[in-house]
């Protein structure tokens, strides 16, 4: 079984222009969702400070 260059090309890791390519899409794709955005971050945030402040309060005492 022979390796093709285009399976190495897969493995190796991306360029720059690769990973600028790959966060310009993901810029697209998350403008297109931008209303969403700040609702899920607020959630997220407000999640994760009610499980770590308790944990934080219960370990300084």
Known sequence: MSISP???VLV???DAKSLRLIGQHLGAW???RQSLLPTWR???RCSL???VLPNVNLRAV
Do not use: E, G, N, V
């Open 6 to 8: 285009s399976s190495r």
């Open 12 to 14: 190796a890791p991306p």
């Open 42 to 44: 607020t959630m997220i």
């Open 30 to 32: 998350l403008d297109k």
């Open 49 to 51: 400070r009610q499980l």
